[in-house]
Nanobody
Framework: QVQLVESGGGLVQAGGSLRLFCVAS????????MGWFRQAPGKDLEFVSV????????YYADSVKGRFTISRDNANNTMYLQMSSLKPEDTAVYYC?????????????????WGQGTQVTVSS
């Protein structure tokens, strides 16, 4: 069982930056692929990014490519999402997720554990 806790969300102006954190419990963090998803009000859950177990493979949604960077620190059971050049359409609750595999994909069904989410609001 893995418990995930996100933090780092907040209110930022368009063009600004935020760094999200996802801290995982347990001693097997380095055996999980990890992902970020987001959900805007009234919209479906949307894939943002995924990182493989050792950080060697990453993949981004087209909507965030070139602006967001996913990374992880297995020694500290932490995953990050560095968000830059933020836009109002990035406003959403951001969730981290863990998959019981070394590599994962962009579907919510690929993930086994979820955090409670952290709110990101980008003002215009």
């Amino acid at each position: 069982q893995v418990q995930l806790v996100e933090s780092g969300g907040g209110l930022v102006q368009a063009g600004g930056s935020l760094r999200l954190f996802c801290v995982a419990s347990g001693r097997t963090f380095n055996s999980y692929a990890m992902g970020w998803f987001r959900q805007a009000p009234g919209k479906d859950l949307e894939f943002v990014s995924v990182i493989s177990w050792n950080g060697g493979n990453t993949y981004y949604a087209d909507s965030v490519k070139g602006r967001f960077t996913i990374s992880r620190d297995n020694a500290n059971n932490t995953m990050y999402l560095q968000m830059s050049s933020l836009k109002p359409e990035d406003t959403a609750v951001y969730y981290c997720a863990a998959a019981r595999s070394l590599y994962s994909g962009s579907s919510r069904n690929d993930y086994d554990y979820w955090g409670q989410g952290t709110q990101v609001t980008v003002s215009s």
